[in-house]
């Protein structure tokens, strides 16, 4: 299939649409991004790419690095990771507390903000967390990724509810190490800047049965690791929407709150949407338009 002339339709019909939806403003550095923004990119699984819009600009990834710390984590641990994490949806907001006190601080997934800064401990505890998911990225896309700083210091700046979770797990004993270094990693992960064309590529493994993209080594999951985490994002990748975006969409996906929603067709592609304006469940507004127009145009989702 030729995918660029779908690409170039639904950035025509997106366009007129920019700017709806809300930028996230909980973030000082964030809030400064134009909301009227909109990229699309996709990688095959045989190397074929496609992009339209603003895909090559990048942005903040935010939530979306939740996806490659897991990656590292379970690739590390194995099974041994969900001692302390759960898989099941949350049916709540990303950041809520509410379910930790009834869970005894077991996260309920690794996805919303108190299972990623879980994984975060993980990594924490096995190797140099910053520097491993830097490196990472860097061999998954071929190009340099690297942290916005700035945005990284507002985050620590602002980040309370995150602090109060990370304290909370802790008091369960979940959290190994000291909470202002796990939470050092999870502020980095989250401002961690890429674009549309390098998040395609780089979460091209997830289409491939955990094959590097690039140069396809079998090295960077094994296919059962890769089958969970798609399972994790169709369920749990874009919080209390997930059962719509499954109703909707009908693929795998893992949003962030910058705007961008990376999503997966097993043994197909990749894509990565992106447009700063959220809806109320802190999904891009845009992105997710943009996903239903590809699924209804092309017919590829997993059901
Ligand atoms: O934890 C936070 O508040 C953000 N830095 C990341 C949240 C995020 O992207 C949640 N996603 N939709």
Request: net charge negative; with cysteine.
């Amino acid at each position: 299939m030729n995918f660029q002339p779908v690409l170039d339709e639904i950035d025509a019909e997106i366009r007129p649409l920019l700017g709806a939806g809300k930028v996230a403003d909980y973030i000082p550095a964030l809030a400064r991004v134009p909301a009227q923004r909109f990229g699309i990119a996709l990688r095959t699984c045989d190397g074929e790419e496609a992009s339209a819009g603003d895909a090559a600009m990048s942005f903040s990834i935010q939530s979306i690095s939740k996806l490659f710390t897991l990656t590292l984590a379970m690739r590390r641990m194995g099974d041994a990771l969900w001692e302390r994490i759960g898989r099941e949806p949350s049916g709540n907001p990303f950041n809520s507390l509410v379910q930790l006190e009834n869970e005894q601080g077991k996260p309920r997934n690794p996805f919303i903000n108190a299972g990623a800064i879980a994984v975060a401990d993980r990594l924490v505890s096995q190797g140099n967390a910053k520097a491993d998911i830097l490196a990472l990225l860097t061999s998954l896309c071929g190009e340099a990724i690297g942290f916005d700083d700035e945005l990284a210091t507002s985050e620590a700046h602002t980040g309370f509810r995150n602090i109060a979770l990370a304290n909370f797990v802790k008091s369960f004993g979940k959290i190994d190490n000291d909470v202002d270094t796990v939470l050092d990693m999870y502020f980095h992960q989250c401002a961690i800047r890429m674009s549309c064309v390098q998040l395609a590529r780089a979460a091209g493994f997830l289409c491939r049965d955990g094959a590097h993209p690039i140069d396809g080594q079998p090295d960077i999951t094994t296919e059962r690791h890769t089958r969970r985490i798609n399972a994790l994002m169709l369920t749990c990748g874009t919080y209390d929407a997930a059962g719509d975006v499954a109703f909707s969409i009908g693929l795998p996906c893992k949003s962030g709150v910058g705007g961008g929603i990376v999503a997966v067709v097993p043994d197909r592609l990749t894509l990565c949407v992106w447009s700063p304006g959220l809806d109320a469940t802190g999904n891009s507004l845009l992105g997710m338009k943009a996903l239903e127009r590809f699924v209804s145009r092309t017919g590829l989702s997993i059901f």
